[in-house]
C-alpha cells in the first residue's frame, strides 16, 4: 500500500521490532531502568481483561456508556450504594466523606457485610463523593482502583473474589466459580432474598471495556512489573513547555502537558505469548511457591507450585513445556541469567513468562531504528526533524519515545510532533473491519489512481480531525488529475511548435501580469500552509488556484493569442507565461500528487532531474 500511494521512504532500512539488535537495545534499557531504581514488581490493580488473559494499560480500555443499575444494600448500621453487588465479598470497609454530616457519629463504629455477615469498619476519607448514591461507599481494595488508593490510605487488607479467569472464588458456595456476569445476577437474587437489598435505580455510566474483545475489563490485583514514571515524566514535561519539541495542532500541547503532569506508573508487563521476554529469571530453590503451568511430555497441562511439582517432574520437562508462571510479589530474581544462584547455590532458573508492553520497545524506535548508540547512522541523523503520527496514539506512543529519548541519551528524539487525521467513512464512523465500512486503498488506487486517493486523504481536512472520505471524494478528485493532464497537454502542445523557454521571458500585457501575481500570492499561502502543517488548506488553495484561476481564467483568456497562427511578441509572451505557470505549479502540486506531476514534468524538455527534488518555488 505505502508503496502504491507513493510513500518517499528509503526501503532499504526497513525495520522490524524482533530484530537481534533492536532486542538487545530493548533489553538493556530495562537493565538499565532496574540498575536506576526505576523498575519494581508490585501487586497493583490493573485492568484486565480476564478473556484475553493480560492486563492492559489504561489507555487501552475502551469506555462506554451503559444503562446498569445502582444498587442500595443494607449494611446494618448504614445503607451503601455500589454498582457491582458482586464483589462485597472482598469488601474490608465502608467509607464516608468527613464533612458529611450524616455519618459523623458512624465513624469508627462497625457495617456488616450482607450474605457473609462480616464485620468491617466506617472510615473517613476525602475521596468520597457526598452526593452519589448515599454518600457511603464500600471499600474493595482488590476490585478497584479508588478503592484500592484509599486502603493504601488507611492501611487496609485486599482480598479478591475474582480470579483472573473471571471466575468467583472466595465466595459463598452457590456463587462459587461462576463467571463474573452470573454472579451478579445470582448476587442480588440473594440480596433480595435476604432482604438486604433496599432498591435499585437507573443508571447510566462509563463502563471499561477490552479494546481487543470488547468484554469488560476486570480491575484485579495481579503481580505485575513497573516503571516509576516521575522522574521520566519531568525533563518530558519541560522540554514541551519550552518548545524544544513543537506539537502540532498546538492545542493537543495542553493535553499532552495535562496528561504527563497527572500520570501513573507505567505497568510494562503483558501476559501473552507474542513479544521480548522480560528479562529477569527466578531461582526455584529461592522461590518454591511460584505458581507454574506447564505441558507434560503427554502434552497434557499441568499446574501447580513449583513445591508442588519437583517430586513429580524434573526441572527439564517442566522447562521444555513451560506455559506461564506465576511469582509472588515479594520474590527474588535476577536480571540477568546467572549459573548459579548467588543466594543459594542452586542452578535452576525459569525466565519470567510475562512480555513487554509494546509500547516499551516501540517508545525506544527513534533510537533502535538508527542503531543506538554507536552507529555512525544515529550519530548523523539522531535527533530527527518531524514526527508525523496520529492523534489518537499521542499517549501511547509519543510520551513514551519522549521520555526514552531524553533517558537514554538527554536528547529531544525529534524536533516537531505533527498529529495527522483519522479516516472516517461517510457517517463519521470510524473505520473497522468488522464494520464492514472500510475502504481498500489498493482497489481505489487501481479505480482511480494513487494522486487520486492521495489527494482525498487530505483535501479539506483540518489538522488531526477527522477525514471523511468516501469513493465519490476518490472519484472527484480523479477528475482534478484529468483537468491537470489535459491542461498541461494543452500547454506543452504550443510549446512543442514554439520551442520557448521559460527561463528569459517580457509578460507584455496585463492578462499575464495578473495572472503571475495571483500565482505569486498562492506561492506564498501555500508554502505558509506547508511550513505550518496545514496540508488541507494547502490543498485546497492549490485546487482552487489550478481549476478556477488557471484554468477556467488564464487559459480561456489567452486561447484566441495561443491559437494565432502568426508568432508575434504577445504570443509568445502568453506561451512563455503559461509554460512558466505550468512548471511551477507541478512544483506546487508534487507533494500531493507525485505521480501525476513527475510524468508532465518529464514530458517537458529540458527537465533532467526528478521533479522531486527539484527547487520549491520562489516568489
Request: glycine share 4%; aromatic share 12%.
Amino acid at each position: 500500500q505505502m508503496k502504491k500511494l507513493g510513500f518517499s521512504l528509503d526501503w532499504t532500512r526497513e525495520k522490524y521490532t524482533l530484530e537481534p539488535e533492536i532486542l538487545k537495545t530493548v533489553l538493556e534499557t530495562f537493565k538499565k531502568l532496574y540498575q536506576d531504581g526505576l523498575i519494581y514488581r508490585a501487586e497493583r490493580i490493573v485492568n484486565y481483561c480476564t478473556h484475553c488473559g493480560t492486563a492492559f494499560s489504561e489507555l487501552e480500555v475502551v469506555h462506554e456508556e451503559k444503562d446498569e443499575f445502582l444498587y442500595y444494600l443494607d449494611y446494618g448500621s448504614i445503607q451503601i450504594a455500589t454498582t457491582r453487588p458482586e464483589t462485597i465479598f472482598a469488601d474490608v470497609a465502608v467509607a464516608v466523606n468527613p464533612k458529611d454530616k450524616r455519618y459523623k457519629n458512624l465513624v469508627g463504629k462497625k457495617a456488616v457485610v450482607p450474605l457473609i455477615n462480616k464485620e468491617v469498619p466506617i472510615i473517613a476519607d476525602q475521596a468520597i463523593e457526598i452526593d452519589f448514591g448515599t454518600g457511603a461507599l464500600k471499600v474493595t481494595p482488590g476490585h478497584d482502583q479508588t478503592d484500592f488508593e484509599i486502603g493504601q490510605r488507611h492501611n487496609l487488607p485486599k482480598i479478591s473474589c475474582i480470579s483472573s479467569e473471571g471466575k468467583m472464588i472466595n465466595v459463598p458456595f452457590q456463587l462459587a466459580g461462576l463467571p463474573v456476569s452470573q454472579a451478579k445476577q445470582k448476587t442480588i437474587e440473594l440480596l433480595k432474598s435476604s432482604e438486604k437489598l433496599v432498591k435499585a435505580e437507573p443508571l447510566r455510566h462509563a463502563v471499561g471495556l477490552c479494546y481487543r474483545c470488547k468484554n469488560p475489563i476486570e480491575p484485579l490485583l495481579v503481580p505485575q512489573w513497573f516503571v516509576k514514571i516521575a522522574p521520566l515524566a519531568k525533563p518530558a514535561i519541560e522540554v514541551v513547555k519550552k518548545n524544544k519539541i513543537k506539537i502540532f495542532p498546538n492545542r493537543f500541547k495542553k493535553l499532552y502537558l495535562q496528561w504527563m503532569e497527572n500520570i501513573h506508573d507505567w505497568n510494562i508487563s503483558r501476559q501473552v505469548v507474542w513479544g521480548p521476554q522480560i528479562p529477569a529469571w527466578y531461582c526455584l530453590e529461592c522461590n518454591q511457591e511460584i505458581k507454574i503451568n506447564f505441558l507434560d511430555k503427554s502434552k497434557k497441562l499441568v499446574c501447580g507450585t513449583y513445591k508442588e511439582l519437583k517430586n513429580k517432574y524434573s526441572f527439564e520437562e517442566i522447562k521444555n513445556g513451560l506455559q506461564t508462571l506465576t511469582a509472588p510479589v515479594e520474590a527474588s530474581f535476577e536480571i540477568e541469567e546467572p549459573k548459579k544462584c548467588p543466594r543459594c547455590g542452586n542452578s535452576l532458573f525459569l525466565q519470567e513468562t510475562d512480555t513487554f508492553d509494546t509500547w516499551f520497545s516501540s517508545g525506544q524506535w527513534p533510537l533502535t531504528t538508527l542503531g543506538y548508540p554507536d552507529s555512525k547512522d544515529f550519530k548523523y541523523f539522531y535527533p530527527t526533524s518531524v514526527l508525523d503520527t496520529m492523534w489518537d496514539i499521542l499517549f501511547f506512543w509519543v510520551v513514551r519515545m519522549i521520555m526514552f529519548g531524553l533517558y537514554l541519551t538527554n536528547e529531544i528524539p525529534f524536533k516537531v510532533v505533527h498529529l495527522h487525521s483519522r479516516v472516517v467513512d461517510i457517517e463519521k464512523k470510524k473505520m473497522s473491519k468488522s464494520k464492514g465500512n472500510v475502504i481498500d486503498p489498493i482497489e481505489m488506487v487501481e479505480k482511480y489512481g494513487a494522486d487520486a486517493l492521495r489527494m482525498a486523504l487530505v483535501f479539506g481536512t483540518a489538522p488531526a480531525s477527522d477525514i471523511v472520505v468516501s469513493e465519490e471524494k476518490i472519484k472527484a478528485m480523479r477528475n482534478f488529475s484529468n483537468k491537470i493532464w489535459n491542461a498541461s497537454r494543452f500547454v506543452l502542445a504550443h510549446e512543442t511548435k514554439l520551442k520557448v523557454k521559460s527561463s528569459k521571458f517580457k509578460v507584455t500585457n496585463k492578462d499575464g501580469q495578473w495572472i503571475l501575481s495571483e500565482l505569486n500570492k498562492t506561492i506564498k499561502i501555500v508554502t505558509r500552509q506547508i511550513e505550518s502543517y496545514r496540508f488541507g488548506q494547502a490543498s485546497e488553495t492549490l485546487y482552487n488556484f489550478f481549476w478556477h484561476t488557471f484554468c477556467d481564467k488564464y487559459i480561456e483568456m489567452v486561447k484566441p493569442r495561443l491559437n494565432q497562427t502568426a508568432s508575434g511578441e504577445d504570443k509568445k509572451s502568453a506561451l512563455s507565461t503559461i509554460y512558466y505557470l505550468l512548471s511551477t505549479i507541478l512544483k506546487l502540486l508534487h507533494p500531493f500528487m507525485p505521480f501525476i506531476t513527475e510524468a508532465i514534468w518529464q514530458m517537458i524538455p529540458g527537465k533532467k532531474e526528478p521533479l522531486i527534488v527539484s527547487k520549491w518555488p520562489n516568489v
